[in-house]
């Protein structure tokens, strides 16, 4: 049997107000079983953070962003320094499991893989919303309902716990800075836009998904709130439009089809029953909102004179979809579980 990869584990933060947070997640990789060769900490221009974090945990690489301000810099920071043969990445605010980075690396032994992501569970501080839909938690960066229940390629993983073969990753280009979370803004598909690249870069190999190798993500009751749903519904969309226009909206969308088609509605067949019309309601809403937010994105390419690939305003409704990991070739797992 092949040797394990050796593992760079990559957290990037960018503010002191998480801190408890980002110490759950550097103590939870001191609890794994198999440890990792090595953590880096990457500080989104955040100097109080850094010096802070340096006193903290002298075991941790602890380095600032050296990219412009946001996550997509920060993680391209992190594969620039990574030693390991592999690099995962961690949010600051979730919690591996232990035998998260043996599951990551487990993956690896078939070389086919360039890359492992697992299962994100939402820990809602504040209790989950009797409203909000097990369909929309990658609103929450968490795993949703849809995804595959066992091992299986996927088109794309979710940010908060993926993992990817180093030299293909920096090979690749690392990720887009048009896209990805600066701040507390809550755009995204950097994870989506690199993997269609990878992909594209290398036929016939895979990105897995492995439900086993789990994290739990917190979720402050401020993203449990109505507006948060919106703003993030409406800001998907939008980063789904430059999605299509790096990629082309027949890759970027090709997942996002068919839970449009398949997992929402069976999602609004079970919520119509006595008691739950606002899940219902909650679901439409969401789709509208996301597809809003598409449409509003590719006509501000069309007005900047940017090509904006083979959709137009009718692959709209298409965009409003799940931001985060997405089964292969499309095709959502009848009868999913909500993580």
Known sequence: MPALPTLTVA?????TRRWADLSAALDSLRCQEYEPAEVLLVVDHCPELGARAELAWPDVRV???QERRGLS?????ALAHARGEVIAFLDDDAVADPGWTGRLLAGYRDPAVLGVGGLVRPWWEGGRPAWFPPEFDWVVGCSYRGLPERPAPVRNFIGANMSFRRAELVAAGGFSPELGRIGSRPLGCEETELCLRLAAAHPGCELRYDPAAAVRHHVPPVRARWGYFRARCYAEGRSK???ARLAGAARALASERAYLRATLPLAVARALRPGRLRVALAICAGAG???FGYLAGRLADLGHGAPTGAGTAATAAEGAAAGSAAPAGGA????SGAP
């Not at 957290?11 to 503010?15: D, G, P, S």
């Not at 810099?73 to 920071?77: D, Q, Y």
Request: with cysteine.
């Open 241 to 243: 439009a430059t999605v």
């Open 332 to 335: 959502p797992v009848p009868g």
């Open 11 to 15: 957290v990037c933060a960018y503010t």
């Open 289 to 291: 909102t996301t597809a």
């Open 73 to 77: 810099g920060a993680r391209n920071t």
């Open 63 to 65: 380095m600032a962003n």
